[in-house]
């Protein structure tokens, strides 16, 4: 009589094959999350310069006098605090985190020289974008105390330095309009509205730069088209991340 065999004890690589997979799997929401960040960032772009030119509606000639800017601050100090706050600090970081999801996405192959351009004039922007909203306080705390030479000198330098950021913006727009491949051009709508954003912009930045007021309305112009942009490239980097990321389940 035969007594019956034990099965032969599987072996523990198969037993693993077998098993499931017991690695814990990042969760789908954090990469969704983050694919929206662009876009939060580009409505928030244009959220906070709306809502800064509404808190002082009041645009003061380029070749003001440095008593007529002393004046004017000085009888609207809360409302001038708040745009310089909105419009260059908080639209300066935003505009950063915009341009830094553009950036870190198309720093690879050929075209790196172009990002780098586009980074080193993106990072100048916004240098001078926070620049000009600590200069604007320091301003409007000039003009309270009635401090007449001081003030004007400052608008003047927070004018210039506007004139210096369109420039650049106008250098990074294009950079970034002239990146192709694959993952890496923009949107055709976004590269054609470079084009009169850059022309607009060298415009209004030549304008700021030399304190002219015969061009002053040139910033109307590239104004508008910035917060088109900006506001546009945010949303179509969100749109990229979201299709990237459904192309890879």
């Known amino acids: ?25 990042r969760p789908a929401g ?5 694919a929206y960040l662009p876009a939060a960032a580009g409505v928030g772009y ?10 002082w509606p009041v645009n003061l000639p380029l070749n003001a006098t440095a008593a007529q800017t ?10 001038a605090v708040t745009q310089y ?18 950036l870190l996405t198309r720093a690879r192959g050929r075209a790196a020289p172009r990002v780098k351009a586009a980074a080193v004039l993106g990072a100048g922007a916004v240098a001078l974008s926070l620049t000009q909203c600590v200069l604007g306080l320091i301003l409007t705390g000039a003009a309270t105390a009635h401090d007449v030479a001081r003030s004007g000198d400052l608008s003047n330098l927070v004018n210039q330095l506007d ?10 727009a294009a950079c970034l309009a002239t990146l192709g491949g694959p993952g890496q051009a923009l949107p055709r709508w976004l590269r054609a509205t470079a084009l009169p954003l850059g022309v607009a912009l060298v415009a209004s930045g030549y304008a700021y730069l030399a304190l002219s007021q015969p061009l002053a309305w040139t910033a109307y112009v590239s104004g508008t088209l910035l917060l088109v942009w ?5 949303i179509a980097l969100t749109v990229q991340r979201r299709r990237h990321g459904t192309a890879r389940r």
Request: charged share 10%; net charge positive; aromatic share 4%.
């Open 85 to 102: 706050l909105l419009a260059e600090g908080l639209a300066g970081l935003l505009l950063g985190t915009v341009l830094g999801f553009a």
């Open 30 to 34: 954090r990469a969704g999350w983050r």
């Open 70 to 79: 002393t004046a004017s601050y000085a009888a609207h100090p809360a409302e």
């Open 230 to 234: 900006v506001t546009g490239l945010g």
């Open 46 to 55: 244009l959220a906070a310069w709306v809502a800064g030119l509404a808190a």
């Open 1 to 25: 009589m035969t007594t019956p065999t034990a099965p032969a004890p599987r072996s523990s690589a198969a037993a693993a094959a077998r098993a499931p997979d017991a690695r814990p799997q």
């Open 163 to 172: 004139g210096g950021k369109m420039l650049a913006l106008a250098g990074a």
